[in-house]
């Protein structure tokens, strides 16, 4: 029977991996049915459910879960994208984006990074990041430290609005006369299989940037509180459910059986491990292929990720 | 264990150094290059490719396997030529026009080298232009087409007309996948075939070629 009722699911953990992959679980067994704008014909309804998700440690290891869509080059790209603002010279021009559907220009309609750091609004360019690493500086306990994304002119006519919608941060003062910086990111639609983990390791980056600024400006140490995360529609598309149900006469495994047969530090990674590939991949990817390939990157943007290649490059910087 | 077998494992492990060292210890040994690339480096991307298949191992993982193998084919590559060994086939494969999203096409070129495919990458966002000039210069078996967006998989089919009205040395197969494609859509635009995923990319590949 359908209640028409969406659940409400509640995840407190440690670390990225171990909230991945319990929200997964919970999202599969406790979540609606409801169609999307992305199904194919033929593919069964999503799975769905609002979810906050509390990471206790951002950085705590084994921080990389093995189950994302792209390799850890690409990661390392995306990271990038999100916080160094690698591929916002690929957003189309406002001209393009307010034709929606209608547009031959298949750039993109945004970045996270232009959004969050570069917002458009009545012909001036906010740096919403830069104000909430002031804001928080001048006053620790202010609860006016955000970020929002949605543009309500630019993102209703377009195919693939932004997900990611608000960051909230504020500082709340330790034991040591030092602050711990809390971050919340709010989530209008979500991908859980194929997005979340790859979302959370780039936002928890900027998270980690955002702390060491505030210390920077204060002159007193920050260190990173619990990072949550809340979607009103976090999902896992009918599509993937061949992958997360498997189908045992064809012999392929379902992906709760692929969490069964591995130990959990047989299907993660710590970010020692992960460092090489997010510098070089081998493949073409990662931070130094990126800069090589991506010829028509700006200046400024270059600069900022050859000092993060040079950050990476210490032994004692973890990704 | 022997060495092809060691070489195998650690391709199938990912462990690059390994690879490489025993590679150039199996030609040390006397095992041709082409033996260590069928029995060793190839076994060991067969091994990952059907646990991909079988949804036994992530994404990620089967890249660092591809990588380790390519790290034994550095070496292999010169001695291959000279001893004229041939691959499977020729595959170009890139984004079509307009897309930059370039992970799945990855993957499939990965696979296709890892089963013994001579595989050239146009990368993303490549035009028919780029198309047409690669299937001259290299005289491909296959070309494959990979879209992420629904704006973006329609210029398939002017990619798949301009190829199939160009005069070229041989008939190329046009093969197409991505996440908003289905057999019917490379039915309506008559492609050679459609791979839902990267493994059967690779089984299409070679069926079509009837390896």
Partial sequence: ?319 | MDILEEIASEVVKGDSDSVERLTTKALSQGVSAEEVLNKGLVEGMDVVSKRFKNNECFIPEVLISAKAMKSGMETLKPLLAKANVKPQGKVIIGTVKGDLHDIGKNIVSMLLQGAGFDVVDLGADVGKEKFLEYAKKENPDILGMSALLTTTMIYMKEVLETIRNASLEKEIKIIIGGAPLTQSYADAIKADGYAPDAASAVDLSKSLLNK
């Fill in chain 1, 1 to 319: 029977m359908k209640s028409g009722v969406i659940p409400v699911l509640s995840i407190d953990e440690d670390t990225i991996p171990r909230a991945y992959e319990k929200a997964i679980k919970e999202v599969w067994e406790k979540g609606t049915s409801v169609r999307t704008e992305y199904d194919r014909p033929g593919d069964p309804p999503s799975r769905d459910a609002t979810v906050i998700i509390t990471v206790r440690q951002p950085f705590g290891q084994p921080r990389f879960h093995r189950s994302f869509a792209d390799g850890l080059g690409g990661l390392s790209e995306y990271v990038m994208e999100v916080v160094h603002g690698a591929h916002d010279y690929w957003v189309k021009p406002v001209e393009e984006i307010l034709k929606g559907r209608e547009s031959k220009d298949t750039r993109w309609t945004y970045t996270y990074h232009q959004r969050l750091f570069e917002y458009r609004i009545e012909d001036e360019v906010v740096n919403q990041i830069a104000y909430m690493i002031d804001r928080l500086s001048k006053t620790s306990y202010t609860r006016r430290a955000q970020a929002i994304t949605w543009n309500p002119k630019l993102d209703p006519p377009t195919d693939d609005p932004p997900c990611l919608q608000r960051i909230w941060g504020r500082l709340c003062d330790d034991d040591e006369g030092g602050y711990v910086f809390n971050m919340n990111t709010h989530w209008r639609s979500r991908d859980l299989f194929k997005a979340w983990f790859e979302n959370v390791i780039a936002l928890t980056t900027l998270m980690r940037k955002m702390a060491e600024a505030i210390s920077s400006k204060t002159g007193t140490r920050v260190r990173l509180g619990r990072y949550a995360d809340i979607s009103d529609s976090l999902h896992i598309y009918g599509s993937y459910f061949r992958e997360i149900e498997g189908d045992a006469e064809k012999g392929i495994q379902s992906f709760f059986e692929k969490l069964e047969n591995r130990t959990f530090e047989e299907r993660t990674w710590n970010s020692e491990f992960v460092k090489p590939f997010f510098i070089n991949d081998g493949l073409g990817k990662g931070l130094r292929p990126m800069l090589e390939r991506e010829k028509e990157m700006p200046q400024n943007v270059r600069k900022a990720i050859e000092k993060e290649l040079r950050l990476m490059e210490k032994d004692d910087y973890v990704v």
